[in-house]
T-cell receptor
């Protein structure tokens, strides 16, 4: 079945630095979604990418969908303490949404 | 606040028991999804209902069942509970059946002793 792998599992970042989390699917996706879950909270939708090679930006966050629609990345620039949490990618294929294991981000002030 | 409500917030029960988790989707949303989140398994998709009918099935155990009622609220029934069923159970809703933003509820934390 469809599998979505996400790396790294943990990311410890110095405040002000950049980092990237990657998502890879074993199958071609119809779309990919990104969610953020703050500690003790629930996943909150960030963005959806649908087109091959699509790039979308939300302030310091840049989301990219691969040309083959099998991978995606989230790049955060100038990390702030508000970026703490777990970032999940979720790939949609055959009407099913498969979540990656998430990247848990901690920030050193 | 996502507009999705889940009850109860916390549930503590014993092995072998049966519990029911309840979810009310956002107003206007026809799809309801159930997820299980545990420390070692991440966020696992269990099942989706759309307008009262089962739409997609994920890694849902046979001991678990769900339904969506005519008023669109949904219930997840967990029976013959085992220690390993302890987890956070999220409900999410969306307008459409596929390829749509999902809005998550606050979750129900189930502890099986």
């Amino acid at each position: 079945g469809q599998q979505v792998m996400q790396i790294p599992q943990y990311q410890h970042v110095q405040e002000g630095e950049d980092f990237t989390t990657y998502c890879n699917s074993s199958t071609t996706l119809s779309n990919i979604q990104w969610y953020k879950q703050r500690p003790g909270g629930h996943p909150v939708f960030l963005i959806q990418l649908v087109k091959s090679g699509e790039v979308k930006k939300q302030k310091r966050l840049t989301f990219q969908f691969g040309e083959a629609k099998k991978n995606s990345s989230l790049h955060i620039t100038a990390t702030q303490t508000t970026d703490v949490g777990t970032y999940f990618c979720a790939g949609q294929s055959d009407y099913k949404l498969s979540f990656g294991a998430g990247t848990t981000v901690t920030v050193r002030a | 606040d996502s507009g999705v409500t889940q009850t109860p917030k916390h549930l503590i029960t014993a092995t072998g028991q049966r519990v029911t988790l309840r979810c009310s989707p956002r107003s206007g949303d026809l799809s309801v999804y159930w997820y299980q989140q545990s420390l070692d398994q991440g966020l696992q998709f269990l099942i989706q209902y759309y307008n009262g009918e089962e739409r997609a099935k994920g890694n849902i155990l046979e001991r678990f069942s769900a339904q969506q009622f005519p008023d669109l609220h949904s219930e997840l029934n967990l029976s013959s509970l085992e220690l390993g069923d302890s987890a956070l159970y999220f409900c999410a809703s969306s307008v459409a059946a596929v390829a749509d933003t999902q809005y998550f509820g606050p979750g129900t934390r189930l502890t099986v002793l």
